[in-house]
């Protein structure tokens, strides 16, 4: 079992920048395959980066540049860095991890981008 816990988001008006952060219960994001995911509002839950274990992280085409997600193994914590923000980014975010054949998520978090 893995829990992830999330943290951060919150709403900032256009061009700012927000930090999420996803802690979990044990040494899951160098081996496993994580990601952050985001759910805009009426739409599908759609992936916005993802890295597998210790590799380079990859990213949708419409956040490359402006986020970068990282991750601090000793604290057991991925964040998603987020820049130059835009009112598309609004949505619910989710940090997730496929371990042992299932998925895990945390609880999300609402961003919310406003001009």
């Known amino acids: 079992q893995v829990r992830l816990v999330q943290s951060g988001g919150g709403s900032v008006q256009v061009g700012g920048s927000l930090r999420l952060s996803c802690a979990a219960s044990?040494?899951?994001?160098?081996?496993?395959?994580s990601g952050w995911y985001r759910q805009p509002p009426g739409k599908e839950r759609e992936l916005v980066a993802g890295?597998?274990?210790?590799?380079?992280?990859n990213y949708t085409d419409s956040v490359k540049g402006r986020f970068t997600l990282s991750r601090d193994h000793a604290r057991n914590t991925m964040y998603l860095q987020m820049n130059s923000l835009k009112p598309e980014d609004t949505g619910v975010y989710y940090c997730?991890?496929?371990?042992?054949?299932?998925?895990?998520w945390g609880q999300g978090t609402q961003v919310t981008v406003s001009s």
């Open positions: 997730s991890t496929y371990w042992r054949g299932r998925n895990f």
């Open positions: 044990g040494s899951i994001f160098s081996i496993a395959r």
């Open positions: 890295v597998v274990g210790g590799g380079a992280a």
